[in-house]
């Protein structure tokens, strides 16, 4: 409750055009509400930027493509995956990674039940730096 009412508080200031400097260790949270994030390691700038533009410099689009086999040895040497929620779970970097593991599956008599992407999160991108 407390920190949902710090965070519409937060966002209320920023919609009015006030500038708010935050020191934080709940990442979700100044990802929600920063226009742009300042990253310091030792007291040195090691990143600044809007969070598109922090994700183009330390992380990209991740492919997870989530899908059920009734023999998973089936599946080339090549594809990692790992168990996920009573199916299986693989990751892709980019769109022809992508469509290499999903034709193996096809390939191997699996079905694929969806595909997410995700952008890495702020505490992603720190560990990154």
């Not at 055009?17 to 090691?46: P, T, Y």
């Amino acid at each position: 409750m407390t920190s949902r009412f710090i965070t519409g508080f937060l966002r209320k200031l920023r919609d009015d055009g006030k500038m708010i400097i935050i020191s934080a260790h709940n990442l979700f949270q100044v990802e929600e509400i920063s226009d742009q994030v300042l990253i310091l390691s030792e007291g040195e700038r090691v990143a600044f930027g809007t969070m598109d533009e922090l994700r183009e410099e330390f992380g990209s689009l991740t492919y997870f493509i989530h899908f059920r086999i009734a023999d998973p040895s089936s599946l080339s040497g090549h594809l990692t995956f790992s168990k996920d929620d009573g199916g299986y779970v693989s990751t892709a970097k980019d769109i022809d990674q992508l469509n290499g593991i999903t034709s193996q599956i096809d390939a191997a008599g699996g079905s694929v039940e969806r595909i997410e992407s995700r952008y890495p999160s702020l505490e992603e991108m720190l560990m990154a730096v």
